[in-house]
């Protein structure tokens, strides 16, 4: 059974930095592609960020140049450094992969 735990997060004002961990227990090795998703009420679940086993990156376009995903060799742990916040950053954020395993969520809210 894989587990993923989140931790970081909270508030944060515009142009602030804050940093998401993610730790993933069980066997992370089946594990190809993990990312950071984030969802505000009323909207679907958006990707933020991905990062592949062979270290590839993808972001969105909103976060290109602020957010940096970065993991252990086997994905076994997953950081979100997000710096520059903006108001619209505000949203609980996930990790997660496989569009069926999730962490619990993290709020991130950024103020002015």
């Known amino acids: 059974q894989v587990r993923l735990v989140q931790s970081g997060g909270g508030l944060a004002q515009t142009g602030g930095s804050l940093r998401l961990s993610c730790v993933v227990s069980?066997?992370?090795?089946?594990?190809?592609?993990i990312g950071w998703y984030r969802q505000t009420p009323g909207k679907e679940r958006e990707v933020v960020a991905t990062?592949?086993?062979?270290?590839?990156?993808w972001y969105r376009d909103s976060v290109k140049g602020r957010f940096a995903i970065s993991s252990g060799n086997t994905l076994n742990e997953v950081y979100l450094q997000m710096n520059s916040l903006k108001v619209d950053d505000t949203a609980v954020y996930y990790c997660?992969?496989?569009?069926?395993?999730w962490g619990q969520g993290t709020q991130v809210t950024v103020s002015l």
């Open positions: 997660g992969y496989g569009g069926i395993h």
């Open positions: 069980g066997n992370a090795l089946t594990i190809n592609k």
């Open positions: 990062i592949t086993r062979d270290g590839n990156t």
